[in-house]
């Protein structure tokens, strides 16, 4: 056991040395239990002032379109600023620590909220098989189970399903992201008869409002007679 724990200590601190840890951000190295991102990075990213409630600038942004209890988001997104960096890392670089990471600092904002008495558990906006395949992870459910953990809530997996491959948002203009996101999840067929009060839904990244409204379409569908409430967290918002 010795030796092996010793082999163990060796390959990782070759590994470190040969593939140091560097931060998403300005690429220093990092240091200790550091994930993703530098102490000063971490200090420096734009939090947002806003706290999770229903005049947060997510609901706000939704108004007409769903009906949300409570939004909170993380971080106020501007292109080329450190949410930027940090999304893409996420989205595309297999930052899953430091998605989750960032998922318990939500969670830690949210986990005193009377808002969330009565809430059932966390619905990851879910991504399409053939792209889970390919990219191996779907962020908001990796950011969705640091929430879940923190607050003590079940991530309540395979509730939401997406129906279609869609072509990704990034190729779209903001007019079509709307058009397009109709129908674009549905419940999954095998919990419909599940009795649920309160649900928070959770994607990494805001934009139009175009995903958790067609997200929060779908359950209503289902749970629109039993007043479901539906509230919503996400890493970031782009103002
Ligand atoms: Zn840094």
Redesign the pocket.
Known sequence: MFIKNVSKEICSGLSELLFPSI??????L?IGPESG??????H?MPYSPWHFNDQNPIVKALWGRSIITAGFHLLSYRKGSIASRVLHSIKYENQTILAENLGRNIGLRLKNSAILDNLDGVVAVPMHPKKLKFRGYNQAAVIGEGIADVIGKPLLKDLLVQSRHTQTQTLKGRVGRIENTGDKYQWNVNFSSTSLQHILLVDDVMTTGSTLQAAEYAIRRVYEAENLQVSIATLAYVF
């Open positions: 931060c998403v951000v300005c690429n220093d990092l991102l530098c102490a000063i990075c971490k420096n």
